[in-house]
Protein backbone atom coordinates (compact mmCIF):
# COMPACT_ATOMS: atom_id res chain seq x y z
CA UNK A 1 0.00 0.00 0.00
CA UNK A 2 1.06 3.21 -0.60
CA UNK A 3 2.14 6.01 2.24
CA UNK A 4 3.62 8.86 0.65
CA UNK A 5 4.95 10.91 3.21
CA UNK A 6 7.42 13.96 3.39
CA UNK A 7 9.99 14.49 6.16
CA UNK A 8 12.09 17.61 6.29
CA UNK A 9 16.34 16.65 6.01
CA UNK A 10 19.01 19.01 6.62
CA UNK A 11 22.77 18.74 5.80
CA UNK A 12 24.17 19.83 8.66
CA UNK A 13 27.70 22.80 8.84
CA UNK A 14 29.94 19.69 8.99
CA UNK A 15 28.71 18.69 5.82
CA UNK A 16 28.51 21.67 3.52
CA UNK A 17 31.70 22.62 5.12
CA UNK A 18 33.54 19.65 3.26
CA UNK A 19 31.35 20.82 0.37
CA UNK A 20 29.42 17.14 0.58
CA UNK A 21 26.11 18.78 -0.02
CA UNK A 22 26.04 17.62 -3.60
CA UNK A 23 27.25 13.88 -3.09
CA UNK A 24 24.87 13.86 -0.50
CA UNK A 25 21.79 14.73 -2.23
CA UNK A 26 22.76 12.72 -5.06
CA UNK A 27 22.54 9.90 -2.02
CA UNK A 28 18.77 11.53 -1.70
CA UNK A 29 18.00 10.74 -5.02
CA UNK A 30 20.27 7.48 -5.71
CA UNK A 31 17.68 6.19 -3.11
CA UNK A 32 14.55 7.50 -4.61
CA UNK A 33 13.73 10.13 -2.62
CA UNK A 34 12.28 13.12 -4.14
CA UNK A 35 13.77 16.76 -3.72
CA UNK A 36 10.91 18.93 -3.52
CA UNK A 37 11.84 22.02 -1.68
CA UNK A 38 15.26 23.00 -0.58
CA UNK A 39 17.48 25.80 0.38
CA UNK A 40 21.06 26.82 1.70
CA UNK A 41 20.45 29.16 4.74
CA UNK A 42 22.62 30.08 7.81
CA UNK A 43 20.33 30.43 11.17
CA UNK A 44 20.74 32.69 14.49
CA UNK A 45 21.16 30.76 18.10
CA UNK A 46 17.47 31.85 18.76
CA UNK A 47 16.30 30.01 15.28
CA UNK A 48 18.30 26.70 16.13
CA UNK A 49 17.25 27.10 19.93
CA UNK A 50 13.36 27.03 18.30
CA UNK A 51 13.85 24.24 15.66
CA UNK A 52 15.65 21.57 18.27
CA UNK A 53 13.25 22.87 21.21
CA UNK A 54 12.17 19.21 21.80
CA UNK A 55 15.59 18.49 23.25
CA UNK A 56 16.04 21.68 25.28
CA UNK A 57 16.06 19.59 28.42
CA UNK A 58 19.14 18.02 27.23
CA UNK A 59 22.51 18.37 28.64
CA UNK A 60 23.65 18.86 25.05
CA UNK A 61 20.89 21.50 24.18
CA UNK A 62 23.27 24.67 24.18
CA UNK A 63 25.97 22.86 22.73
CA UNK A 64 23.62 21.38 19.62
CA UNK A 65 22.05 24.66 18.63
CA UNK A 66 25.50 27.01 18.42
CA UNK A 67 26.68 23.80 16.47
CA UNK A 68 23.72 24.53 13.87
CA UNK A 69 23.57 27.75 13.20
CA UNK A 70 27.44 27.71 13.55
CA UNK A 71 27.70 27.83 9.40
CA UNK A 72 25.16 27.19 6.46
CA UNK A 73 23.48 24.56 6.31
CA UNK A 74 21.08 22.78 3.64
CA UNK A 75 17.36 22.19 4.16
CA UNK A 76 15.12 19.67 1.92
CA UNK A 77 11.65 18.58 1.70
CA UNK A 78 12.02 14.91 0.67
CA UNK A 79 9.45 13.24 -0.09
CA UNK A 80 8.85 9.06 -0.86
CA UNK A 81 6.91 5.86 0.12
CA UNK A 82 7.58 5.99 3.87
CA UNK A 83 9.94 8.67 3.69
CA UNK A 84 10.15 9.89 7.25
CA UNK A 85 11.47 5.72 8.51
CA UNK A 86 13.34 5.26 5.28
CA UNK A 87 15.40 8.59 5.56
CA UNK A 88 16.37 7.26 9.01
CA UNK A 89 17.31 3.95 7.77
CA UNK A 90 19.44 5.34 5.33
CA UNK A 91 20.67 8.07 7.80
CA UNK A 92 21.68 5.16 9.76
CA UNK A 93 22.33 5.77 14.21
CA UNK A 94 22.65 9.24 15.42
CA UNK A 95 26.29 8.38 16.50
CA UNK A 96 28.90 7.65 13.31
CA UNK A 97 30.20 4.80 15.25
CA UNK A 98 26.79 3.17 15.94
CA UNK A 99 26.02 3.45 12.16
CA UNK A 100 25.85 0.92 9.83
CA UNK A 101 28.37 0.44 6.53
CA UNK A 102 26.88 2.12 4.26
CA UNK A 103 24.61 4.68 5.88
CA UNK A 104 25.76 8.52 5.30
CA UNK A 105 26.26 9.04 8.97
CA UNK A 106 28.80 5.95 9.11
CA UNK A 107 30.11 7.44 5.68
CA UNK A 108 30.34 11.23 6.25
CA UNK A 109 29.69 12.07 10.22
CA UNK A 110 32.40 13.01 12.12
CA UNK A 111 30.70 12.77 15.52
CA UNK A 112 27.81 12.46 17.29
CA UNK A 113 27.14 16.72 17.22
CA UNK A 114 28.89 16.49 13.64
CA UNK A 115 26.79 13.34 12.37
CA UNK A 116 26.45 15.47 8.76
CA UNK A 117 22.14 15.29 8.62
CA UNK A 118 19.24 15.62 10.58
CA UNK A 119 15.89 13.82 9.32
CA UNK A 120 12.41 14.35 11.21
CA UNK A 121 11.62 11.65 13.40
CA UNK A 122 7.67 11.52 13.32
CA UNK A 123 4.94 12.67 10.76
CA UNK A 124 4.05 15.37 13.55
CA UNK A 125 7.56 16.51 14.02
CA UNK A 126 7.95 16.32 9.96
CA UNK A 127 5.55 18.65 9.23
CA UNK A 128 6.23 21.28 11.88
CA UNK A 129 9.94 20.97 10.70
CA UNK A 130 8.66 21.46 7.12
CA UNK A 131 6.85 24.62 8.31
CA UNK A 132 9.69 25.52 10.28
CA UNK A 133 11.86 26.46 7.01
CA UNK A 134 9.75 26.28 4.45
CA UNK A 135 6.22 28.49 5.88
CA UNK A 136 5.73 31.17 3.27
P1 LIG B 1 19.74 15.19 15.14
O1 LIG B 1 19.11 14.05 14.42
O2 LIG B 1 19.95 16.44 14.39
O3 LIG B 1 18.88 15.51 16.45
C1 LIG B 1 19.45 16.05 17.62
C2 LIG B 1 20.94 16.05 17.60
O4 LIG B 1 21.56 16.16 18.86
C3 LIG B 1 21.46 14.76 17.05
O5 LIG B 1 21.19 14.68 15.67
C4 LIG B 1 22.93 14.81 17.44
O6 LIG B 1 23.74 15.44 16.45
C5 LIG B 1 22.92 15.74 18.66
N1 LIG B 1 23.39 15.08 19.87
C6 LIG B 1 24.45 15.48 20.58
N2 LIG B 1 24.63 14.68 21.64
C7 LIG B 1 23.67 13.75 21.61
C8 LIG B 1 23.33 12.63 22.45
N3 LIG B 1 24.03 12.31 23.53
N4 LIG B 1 22.26 11.88 22.09
C9 LIG B 1 21.52 12.19 20.98
N5 LIG B 1 21.80 13.25 20.16
C10 LIG B 1 22.86 14.02 20.47
Known amino acids: MSNIQQTLSI ?29 KVKISKSEAEKFYQVHQSKPFYNDLCEYLSSGPIVVMVLEKNDAILENRKLMGATDPIKAEEGTLRKKYGISIDKNSVHGSDSLD ?11 D
Do not use: T
Request: proline share 2%.
Open 125 to 135: NAKIEIDFFFK
Open 11 to 39: IKPDAVERNLSEEIKNEFRNNNFDILKEK
